[in-house]
């Protein structure tokens, strides 16, 4: 697992590198959807993570957002790598950003780092090992109720045209706990649960490169993930809710009333 860890690592921080020095510099911006963007540092990120990992493991599987690679579920081991997660918030020079690095192990996630190079966040997790931001150890919070719990979620980019939208969830939860806040980056989100700033997260329509390395930074961290029915969730689920235990049920009653 070291040998795993140290070449993730060296892909999420030269990744990231690349991330900060854009910040304050144009970018070249298309559209894979009306609201849903794609840069240039996306690609560049990318392809920089791309070539650290198979420099060191050549026949390991990758699974990516902007790239197209031939994924196999009967492989092994698969990398989850989303290249900038929060690309809209980069576009507008809002700092929730990060770079997701998952190694995945049977489908099952064994390695998870995501990187924040804007505000220096640094979260990783092996599994067996905790769960650590900067090289701090990390835990879910205490919160048992939701009336006391400070939540996160998002919305999906076709927001007008899905029924499950996320806006009905939304205005049903508000009302009942402290508050909500939507910074437009999953990977942090679930990262924050796990560090205890939010008590809890959900959303619709994820992709594995969304969660692949937060749902393991939050399990490590003493936190429950599950589908909105309860069951046990995949990154391959489209729905999640992540929370640190205590809010869990009374989160998913909510949810499906």
């Known amino acids: 697992m070291d040998k795993f860890f140290e070449i993730a690592s060296i892909a999420a921080r030269q990744a990231g590198k690349i991330i900060k020095d ?7 911006i298309s559209y894979k959807g009306r609201i849903d963007l794609v840069t240039n540092v996306d690609k560049k990120a990318e392809d920089i993570i791309i070539k650290i ?3 060191s493991y050549p026949n390991h599987n990758i699974l990516t957002e902007e790239s197209e690679h031939s994924y196999n579920p009967n492989q092994e081991f698969c990398w989850v790598i989303d290249p900038l997660d929060g690309t809209t918030n980069y576009v507008h020079k809002f700092p929730f950003v990060s770079v997701s690095i998952a190694l995945q ?16 966040e640094f979260f990783y997790s092996e599994i067996g090992k905790g769960s650590f931001r ?15 719990a400070f939540l996160s979620t998002g919305f999906p980019y076709r927001i007008n ?12 939860i508000i009302r009942r706990c402290r508050g909500i806040r939507r910074a437009g980056s999953a990977a942090i ?15 619709l329509e994820l992709s594995p490169w969304d969660t692949a390395a937060g749902i393991l930074i939050i399990k490590q961290a ?36």
Do not use: M
């Open 134 to 148: 900067n090289g701090n150890q990390i835990s879910v919070s205490k919160t048992s109720i939701i009336s006391n």
């Open 105 to 120: 192990k049977n489908q099952e996630s064994i390695l998870g780092i995501v990187y924040n190079p804007i505000l220096e």
């Open 22 to 28: 854009y910040f304050h510099k144009p970018k070249v």
């Open 222 to 257: 003493g936190g429950t993930i599950t589908n909105f029915d309860g069951s046990k969730f995949s990154i391959f689920n489209k729905e999640i809710i992540a929370t640190n235990g205590h809010i869990h049920k009374e989160l998913l009653n909510i949810l499906n009333s």
């Open 189 to 203: 989100d679930l990262c924050y649960v796990a560090t205890g700033i939010f008590d809890g997260f959900w959303e």
């Open 53 to 55: 990992i198979k420099k």
């Open 161 to 172: 045209d899905q029924k499950r939208n996320n806006i009905s969830n939304f205005a049903k």
